[in-house]
Nanobody, 128 residues
Framework: QRQLVESGGGLVQSGGSLRLSCAAS????????IGWFRQAPGKEREGVSC????????FYTDSVKGRFTISRDNAKNTMYLQMNSLNPEDTAVYYC?????????????????????WGQGAQVTVSS
């Protein structure tokens, strides 16, 4: 069964850090463009960060630049989102996603429902 399974969400105080993990099974993540998306209550899903399948190209939405880092470990078939300096505006359900082949990273992050696979979602809550 091809799927993405997320872990690592939780409750953190403002200024704190969390790392989200997303393990792929049934397919090889190295051949996929990857992304992290989030959806806060009453808001539309937005692309937070996306990473290329071809090289080290990454995209970050403006609000997380300098604070979040997307990465992947192909040996573990897993992607990560390191989140630092969290603030209450980062509170949301975070979803990992993967799209087969090479998709421009900004395009994948802009097309909020274009991925082939989605994780189940992880709640991140940042208290002030």
């Amino acid at each position: 069964q091809r799927q993405l399974v997320e872990s690592g969400g939780g409750l953190v105080q403002s200024g704190g850090s969390l790392r989200l993990s997303c393990a792929a099974s049934g397919f090889t993540l190295a051949y996929y463009t990857i992304g992290w998306f989030r959806q806060a209550p009453g808001k539309e899903r937005e692309g937070v960060s996306c990473g290329s399948a071809a090289d080290d190209t990454t995209f970050y939405t403006d609000s997380v630049k300098g604070r979040f880092t997307i990465s992947r470990d192909n040996a573990k078939n897993t992607m990560y989102l390191q989140m630092n300096s969290l603030n209450p505006e980062d509170t949301a359900v975070y979803y990992c996603a993967a799209r087969a082949g090479v998709t421009p990273v900004q395009e994948l992050c802009a097309l909020t429902y274009a991925a082939d696979f989605w994780g189940q979602g992880a709640q991140v809550t940042v208290s002030s």
